[in-house]
């Protein structure tokens, strides 16, 4: 592929400097007579081409839409020659800083790949022998290879309950050739024993017109293992009226928590909250409550509740250990 500067005003350094700030690693082309518009006809941009190899222009599009991805494809195979040629992955590595675990979910992933048409397309296939998940890589262009070379971190349920998983880098190209490569992490064995502890919480309610009011709501919690979802839902009645997710917790050992929930709909006291904080294992602590009587306008209630009104929900996930 090559990008062309449609400005004729601009300099080889702006050009240099733009192409490098968007991390764009295909050719790049100075349009220094300003006449490029005009010579190729290009009356919108994007504008797409194939060129044959005599020069000519086999196919144009002004224009991008997902749909004509597989119309590009089909004018490529037309002009060139079938591609038969799988791509190579040469080198492939899968590293980890620390001991990999779900408390350390993240691998680095490096990789060379050569192929005569160059690879389009690479993913990352994690495998825990029940189900797949899989993680876009990205492939830059080198001289006469394609790299990968990211960090990716992976999903904690996925590896929970694992003893090791596959991990598999795929390679295609725009024939749908392919190749991939396969390696095994080990991981740390990690036991969750108990669903999280919401120690304390609080809500405030401050009413700012007869049908508008804001909630904030507080919590701390404790986890013997990892948190990896702390949610706040606000009912009326028996329905579902907002789900948000708390902005910031420590996964591990999670604290001082707080976030607003802004509704239009009628009288605080006709809803109520649940919130919800589950561990990596599936475990469930909830604690349920109905907001307490309307507040004056612009002011507000604060609500503190103790360990021994709280419910707590063990949920665990069951998985086939490996």
């Known amino acids: 592929m090559i990008s062309i500067d449609e400005s004729g005003s601009d300099s080889l350094e702006l050009v240099q400097s733009y192409r490098k700030s968007k991390d764009m690693d295909w050719v790049v082309s100075f349009n220094a007579s300003g ?11 994007p504008t797409f081409f194939v060129v044959k190899p005599d020069g000519k222009i086999a196919w144009s599009q002004v224009g991008y839409a997902v749909e004509y991805r597989e119309i590009f494809l089909g004018e490529l195979k037309a002009v060139f020659p079938a591609d038969t040629v799988d791509p190579v992955i040469e080198t492939m590595i899968i590293g980890t800083d620390t001991e990999f675990s779900i408390m350390y979910p993240e691998i680095s992933v490096y990789a060379n790949v050569t192929d005569d048409r160059e690879a389009t397309e690479a993913v990352l296939i994690v495998d825990n022998g029940d189900s797949t998940k899989e993680y876009e890589l990205t492939l830059k262009n080198k001289e006469g290879y394609q790299l990968i070379s990211q960090n990716v971190s992976l999903d904690r349920l996925h590896l929970y309950g694992y003893s090791s998983v596959d991990v598999k880098i795929s390679v295609n190209d725009f ?8 390696t095994s992490l080990v991981l740390a064995t990690y036991t969750d024993t108990a669903a999280p502890i919401i120690n304390y919480y609080f809500y405030n ?16 919690v404790t986890e013997d293992l990892l948190i990896v979802e702390a949610s706040v839902h606000l009912y009326k009645g028996t329905d ?4 948000a997710m708390f902005s910031e917790y420590n996964a591990t050992h999670m604290k001082a928590t707080i976030f607003s ?18 561990d990596v294992a599936g475990n469930i602590a909830l604690v349920e409550v109905d907001i307490e009587e309307q507040v004056a306008e612009s002011s507000f ?19 086939r250990k490996r």
Not at 211 to 218: A, D, H, R, V, Y
Not at 261 to 278: A, C, F, M, Q, R
Request: no cysteine.
């Open 35 to 45: 006449t490029i518009l005009d010579d190729f006809g290009v009356s919108g941009i």
């Open 301 to 319: 209630v604060t609500v503190g509740l103790i360990l021994s009104t709280i419910l707590v929900v063990g949920l665990a996930f069951k998985k």
């Open 175 to 182: 024939y749908e050739n392919s190749d991939t490569e396969t």
């Open 240 to 243: 579902l009226k907002k789900t």
């Open 261 to 278: 929930i802004y509704y239009v709909d009628g009288d605080p006291t006709e809803y109520s909250l649940k919130i919800e904080i589950i």
């Open 205 to 220: 309610v401050t009413q700012i017109d007869d049908s508008k009011f804001n909630i904030e709501t507080f919590i701390e």
